[in-house]
């Protein structure tokens, strides 16, 4: 019996002995994950620090926005343009930014509730929702404006033609608004019977692809490839081209 006990005593001390050791090394994870959790919010910070363009998907209403790093009341400073209230009015309620959690962006209104919540979608590309009224996009004002130099050079007469370079239709993307941030397209005469089915009336610049839209609400998508061409996507054995005239 005695023998039993001393067995039992050692049994009983190596197992509080693993114990001591698991929570040790739990405790370290965890001091370790915090400082990494702060890095990341504290390098957002840091990323947000200057000029914004706050949008529409399409860039039809927008919004210059100046981040900054002096505390103000619940986050921190931020400058909107005059011209902000009259293109996007929900913005007369931010006051404020900051971020929340590891990702988040916040405009924020003077109790440091949500006017509208960005996360990162792409580099440098920030989507957020407004119930109600669709998405928004805040993205570094240089490259928004860059983007815009690539829209307008959108703006013109196309024409669609074959993988073998068979000319099948011609047509014109313009810049009139046709609602829901999109525009007007115009198909010429004589194109091939599928295009013509299709009948695009509408298209917009999104995430680099151009994007149709028929009256039915089909959607053709065409993405630049390395030969300064766009071509509908998903390919094809035998893809579609638009090539700008």
Same mark, same amino acid.
């Given at each position: 019996?005695?023998?039993?006990?001393?067995?039992?005593?050692?049994?009983?001390?190596?197992?509080?002995?693993?114990?001591?050791?698991?929570?040790?090394?739990?405790?370290?994870?965890?001091?370790?994950?915090?400082?990494?959790?702060?890095?990341?919010?504290?390098?957002? %910070?840091?990323?947000?620090?200057?000029?914004?363009?706050?949008?529409?998907?399409?860039?039809?209403?927008?919004?210059?926005?100046?981040?900054?790093?002096?505390?103000?009341?619940?986050?921190?400073?931020?400058?909107?343009?005059?011209?902000? %209230?009259?293109?996007?009015?929900?913005?007369?309620?931010?006051?404020?930014?900051?971020?929340?959690?590891?990702?988040?962006?916040?405009?924020?209104?003077?109790?440091?509730?949500?006017?509208?919540?960005?996360?990162?979608?792409?580099?440098?590309?920030?989507?957020?929702?407004?119930?109600?009224?669709?998405?928004?996009?805040?993205?570094?004002?240089?490259?928004?404006?860059?983007?815009?130099?690539?829209?307008?050079?959108?703006?013109?007469?196309?024409?669609?033609?074959?993988?073998?370079?068979?000319?099948?239709?011609?047509?014109?993307?313009?810049?009139?608004?046709?609602?829901?941030?999109?525009?007007?397209?115009?198909?010429?005469? %004589?194109?091939?019977?599928?295009?013509?089915?299709?009948?695009?009336?509408?298209?917009?610049?999104?995430?680099?692809?151009?994007?149709?839209?028929? %009256?039915?609400?089909?959607?053709?998508?065409?993405?630049?490839?390395?030969?300064?061409?766009?071509?509908?996507?998903?390919?094809?054995?035998?893809?579609?081209?638009?090539?700008?005239?």
């Amino acid at each position: 019996m005695r023998s039993l006990r001393v067995v039992a005593s050692a049994v009983a001390a190596y197992l509080a002995a693993i114990g001591a050791v698991a929570a040790s090394l739990a405790a370290i994870g965890v001091a370790q994950t915090r400082p990494a959790h702060a890095q990341d919010t504290t390098t957002l %910070k840091k990323e947000m620090l200057g000029q914004w363009e706050l949008s529409t998907t399409e860039r039809s209403k927008t919004c210059v926005v100046t981040m900054k790093g002096d505390a103000a009341g619940q986050g921190f400073k931020l400058e909107l343009e005059p011209a902000c %209230k009259a293109a996007l009015p929900f913005t007369k309620d931010i006051v404020a930014w900051s971020v929340r959690g590891l990702d988040i962006v916040r405009l924020q209104d003077a109790t440091g509730e949500a006017v509208i919540d960005f996360t990162e979608v792409e580099a440098g590309i920030f989507e957020g929702l407004r119930q109600g009224e669709g998405v928004y996009i805040l993205q570094d004002l240089a490259a928004a404006r860059s983007m815009a130099k690539s829209m307008d050079q959108m703006i013109g007469d196309w024409s669609m033609v074959r993988g073998n370079g068979q000319p099948v239709c011609g047509l014109t993307l313009t810049n009139t608004e046709a609602g829901q941030d999109n525009f007007q397209v115009f198909l010429k005469p %004589k194109c091939d019977a599928a295009i013509a089915q299709f009948n695009p009336t509408q298209w917009r610049l999104e995430r680099g692809q151009i994007i149709l839209m028929s %009256k039915s609400g089909n959607v053709w998508q065409f993405e630049a490839d390395d030969n300064a061409q766009w071509r509908r996507v998903p390919d094809t054995a035998d893809p579609l081209i638009m090539l700008r005239q």
